[in-house]
């Protein structure tokens, strides 16, 4: 088999840490109860079940009663959007241009059901309008405000914290998108009343996530069944899965993972000065942006073809949920780049296995190709 690619598709996922493998194995190699049982495997299911949720919550500093597992971050928006204005009829829901497939979607189903939805653009930066956010809130009309913490794309961190404040004093409900900013940014005392997660982001497997609602917040469930996750998501859990996440949660270490973060967006900025390119969303070392990310468009050459020209690489255009569908990136025609631009551009990103001699060869091989592509003057 050929060598696993160098991996700068870290906003994508990343690779299962070896605290989540070493949690997941006993429970899937034998104890393989299901949690809702009454027997001693069931407890013991149901034991590892809680004592993940409480990693998971620690990680994200707060109640572990709160936390509800899903199947990922999209099941997680989902639920917290249509479970949210299910219950608040008559009522806006608010959310931004730049915010994921899946909360987008989500917003466009409800107001197909007749829910008023106010889509509000985003600075050219990636970064909200206050003040135009501040009007609509001014309105009273608006019952939720769903805003993502860090942009999947652009790596934009938002001031989540003022937003949900600002929500509050205008009587909304706030939820926010914390996939990329989760076991990466401090998150605690955010202010939200509902928080996304998603495990493989952060080293945990694929196929679980979570939604932390705030003790009152009332939804409506989005599944019939057992009325398991406190009535709120019906389904047998995933004892090994969340087992996974929660040892993920518990080893991350936010402020390590930013410094070496940092400290490749440095080595990144200084290879790339070597060809001719412009990075997309807020200052790449500012505090506005998540360092572990950048977009950047190279001019005249389609990103297309430099993916297919470094397979040595694990690249993409934009988010991996929509780049096969075709269509240019919305969070880059959200920040104004016209389509042509937008296909001319890479998001790279990196995690803590990524070290500073695999960036440099791998930013070579992209700045190498970015020559030879680039065409004549």
């Keep these: 088999m050929p060598p696993e690619p160098i991996d700068l598709d870290a906003q994508a996922t990343s690779p299962l840490s070896p605290a989540a493998l070493k949690a997941m194995l006993p429970l899937l190699q034998g104890q393989h109860w299901n949690p809702h049982s009454a027997h001693r495997g069931g407890r013991i299911a149901k034991a590892a079940l809680e004592v993940a949720r409480a990693q998971v919550a620690a990680q994200l500093g707060e109640a572990a009663e709160g936390l509800v597992f899903t199947s990922g971050a999209t099941e997680a928006n989902n639920l917290a959007l249509k479970g949210y204005m299910e219950s608040a009829p008559g009522k ?5 241009a730049t915010e994921h497939s899946c909360v987008l979607e989500s917003a466009r189903h409800l107001e197909r059901k007749g829910v008023p939805l106010i889509l509000l653009p985003v600075r050219a930066d990636g970064l909200p309008d206050l003040a135009a956010y501040e009007a609509a809130l001014t309105t009273g009309e608006v019952a939720l405000v769903s805003a993502m913490w860090v942009n999947n794309e652009v790596g934009s961190i938002w001031p989540i914290r003022e937003m949900a404040a600002m929500a509050h004093a205008h009587g909304a409900r706030f ?9 990466k940014l401090g998150l605690s005392g955010s202010g939200a009343d509902m928080i996304s997660l998603s495990a493989h982001k952060i080293g945990g497997p694929k196929g679980i996530g979570a939604l932390w609602v705030r003790p009152g917040v009332k939804l409506v469930p989005q599944m019939d069944g057992g009325g398991q996750e406190a009535g709120i998501r019906s389904g047998t859990q995933a004892p090994a899965l969340a087992a996974g996440f929660g040892a993920a949660a518990s080893a991350a270490d936010p402020k390590a993972t930013e410094a070496h973060a940092r400290l490749l967006a440095g080595i990144a900025l200084e290879t790339l000065a070597a060809v001719p390119h412009r990075i997309n969303g807020p200052a790449p070392l500012g505090p506005d942006r998540w360092p ?10 389609e990103a297309g073809r430099l993916i297919s020209a470094l397979p040595g690489l694990a690249l993409s255009s934009g988010s991996a949920c929509s780049s096969g569908s075709g269509r240019p990136s919305h969070v880059l025609a959200a920040l104004g780049l016209p389509t042509v631009e937008a296909r001319q551009t890479l998001r790279l990103g990196w995690n803590d296995g990524i070290s ?7 930013l070579h091989q992209l700045v190498a190709a970015a020559t030879r592509l680039r065409p004549a003057a």
């Design 92 to 96: 806006a829901l608010l959310t931004f």
């Design 175 to 183: 939820h926010t998108d914390a996939a990329q900013a989760f076991a």
């Design 292 to 301: 572990g990310n950048l977009s950047v468009t190279f001019p005249g050459i």
């Design 356 to 362: 500073a001699d695999m960036l440099l060869d791998a």
